[in-house]
Structures are given as C-alpha cells and as structure tokens.
C-alpha cells in the first residue's frame, strides 16, 4: 500500500515538474518572439533611414550627371578633349554607382517586408559587401578631377614647372585611388582610415541593422 501512494506521489511530481517544463518552454518562446520583433524593428528603422540616404544619394548623382553630360555636350571641340575624357569617366562611374544605388534600396524594401531572421541576415551580408565594393570604385573618380580643367593650350604653354606639379598631383591622386580601390575590403574594417572613411549612415545603419540581428542568436545561447 505504502508503495502504491508512494508511485502516485512520484507521478504526481514528474506531471508538475513536466507541466513546468513546458510553462518554462512556452515563456521562453515568446520572449524569444517578442524579442526576435523588437530587434527586427529596430534592424528595419535603420534600414530606412538608410534607404533615404540611398534615394538622395541617387538623386544627386542624376543631376550630376546631367550637369556633366551638358557641359560634355557644350565643349564637343579639341580644346575641351580633355574636360570631354575626365568628365566622361566621373559620369560612367557615377551612373555605375546610381545603377548600385538603385539595387540598394531595392534590397533594402525586400529586407522590410521580411520576417525570416535568416534571409534577412543573408541580404545584409550581401548589402554590405556591395557597398563596400560601390565605395571602392567611386574612388577612381579622384585623378579625373585633377585633370578636367585642363585644356591643349594651356599643356602647349606650360612651363616644366608647371608640367611638373600637375603630373605630380595627378599622379598622388591616381596612386590614392587605386590604393583605396585595392583596399578597401572587409578584412580592413578594424583599421583607423577605414572607420574614417565609413563613418557614415550608409555603413553604420547597416553594422547597427546586423548588430541587432545578432543579438538574436546571443539571447537564444544565453536562454
């Protein structure tokens, strides 16, 4: 008999201990969903402002753009050959960079309307390579604009003083260039100049938005 009450006893306490269990469980999931929307939200309104950022960013690239192309248009004679060559080029790598742009914000409204954490994750990762490559090229505009006043007559009529410290401006500018170009990447993002450089909304709102997500993957670890 003794035996008897003493199974009813056991049972009675492993039906309690499991009914804790899964009241435990089930707490645990929805803060871990209430949690999962906070961060979502906080990741999204970063995301917006960025997405701004971007549409502004595009808008006034069309209008340098259009700007250029008309004195382009205008100078279409050998004494504007090479305003006509320098200008070129900043408007092909500002029309790259608007194209770029474009995709950005694209990405960014998909980004929005997406609850799955690790989609979302993916499609940040691939935010933040591309904006890493698009700054990188906007840099090879730098040597163009040491050269897009110039013009024949003027080069004809120099002095070797003259030669000299134009060939050595454009030459820093276009050895800063392609350095920028080569180095910026990811594996530099805890060096000063590149923290420099990124010290915008365009690359904070993006390590702020993963930032958010990863705080996700820690509560889940530590919970």
């Keep these: 008999m003794e035996d008897i009450e003493l199974q009813k006893i056991w049972a009675e306490y492993d039906r309690k201990l499991e009914e804790s269990r899964v009241l435990n469980l089930q707490s645990w999931a929805l803060n871990l969903k209430s949690f999962e929307a906070i961060q979502m939200q906080k990741a999204k309104t970063k995301l917006n402002r960025l997405a701004s950022f971007k549409i502004g960013a595009v808008v006034l690239g069309i209008v340098w753009v259009l700007f250029l192309s008309f004195l382009i248009f205008n100078r279409l004679t050998w004494q504007g050959i090479i305003f006509n060559i320098s200008a070129g080029m900043i408007v092909l790598i500002t029309a790259i960079a608007i194209i770029v742009y474009i995709k950005h914000v694209v990405l960014i409204r998909q980004i929005d309307n ?80 590149f ?29």
């Design 114 to 193: 997406s609850e799955n954490i690790v989609d979302t994750q993916r499609k940040l990762a691939l935010l933040q390579s591309s904006t890493i490559r698009i700054i990188g090229i906007l840099w090879l505009q730098l040597p163009f604009y040491a050269t897009f006043f110039l013009t024949p007559s003027m080069l004809y009529n120099w002095s070797m003083w003259q030669w000299l410290i134009v060939i050595s401006v454009t030459g820093l500018f276009t050895i800063a260039a392609l350095w920028l170009y080569k180095n910026i990447s990811y594996k530099n993002k805890n060096k000063k100049w």
């Design 195 to 223: 923290r420099v450089l990124f010290n915008s909304t365009e690359w904070t709102s993006v390590t702020r938005a993963m930032f958010f997500l990863d705080e996700i993957e820690e509560f889940k670890k530590n919970n």
